[in-house]
């Protein structure tokens, strides 16, 4: 499998202080990266937000793409300026933050290689829901993975009403997340390589 530099992912400063420099608002936060086309399935995010009727529940979406346009229009139609932020492009070296002060990932894409910004979420300790299309096993077990769209809006519930849980499965996805450090998976090839 690819791997990340999952040490890119070990901010100091509090969610809080994160939430203030960039200034995201209190609450809970889902955050979803990636480039805005239609296979990504961002729009979905949107349809979330909607089924999902708490006033403290944010949806970040972080990128750049022909679709930039749609989503704007789509959550100015629902009426949901409020509660779903489209941020356009973020450089990569200032991501970490964004996941750093988010409470849980969400990842609506339909077709994926391998999707190395769940990685990356899961470096970060957050809790991540992907649909069953994008996952592989070198994920571990501690991913959300749903079979259909109810599926996963009924895990994003699950974690923004259960803290404890959403807590327990950060610690263990971190943990997954080092399995698939960069330091790590070079050391596999190497000794592929040896052979």
């Known amino acids: 499998p690819n791997g990340i530099d999952t ?12 939430r203030k420099k960039l200034n995201l608002p209190e609450g809970i936060l889902a955050i979803c990266i990636g480039r805005l086309t239609t296979f990504k399935n961002q729009k979905f ?12 529940f944010y949806i ?19 009426r949901l300026e409020q509660r779903v932020k489209l941020l356009g492009f973020i450089p990569s070296e200032i991501v ?36 069953k299309e994008i996952y592989v096993t070198e994920f571990g077990d501690n991913i959300l993975v749903a079979n259909n769209e109810e599926e996963f809006i009924n895990y994003t519930k699950k974690l923004i009403e259960e803290e404890e849980f959403r807590g327990e499965l ?15 998976i070079a050391e596999r090839y190497f000794n592929i390589f040896l052979l």
């Not at 996941?99 to 899961?122: C, T």
């Not at 950060?170 to 960069?182: M, R």
């Open 96 to 131: 970490p933050r964004y996941l750093k002060a988010s409470d849980l990932f969400l990842y609506p894409s339909l077709k994926e290689g391998f999707g190395i910004v769940i990685l990356e979420a899961m470096a970060a300790g957050l809790p991540v829901v992907i649909f």
């Open 60 to 78: 970040l979406i972080l990128g750049d793409g022909d679709e930039y346009e749609n989503l704007e229009k789509e959550i100015k139609k629902e």
């Open 7 to 18: 040490k890119r992912f070990n901010i100091l400063e509090t969610k809080k202080e994160l």
């Open 45 to 56: 995010l949107i349809k979330v937000a909607k089924e999902i009727k708490r006033d403290d």
């Open 170 to 184: 950060g610690e263990k996805i971190k943990h997954d997340a080092l399995k698939l450090d960069i330091k790590n």
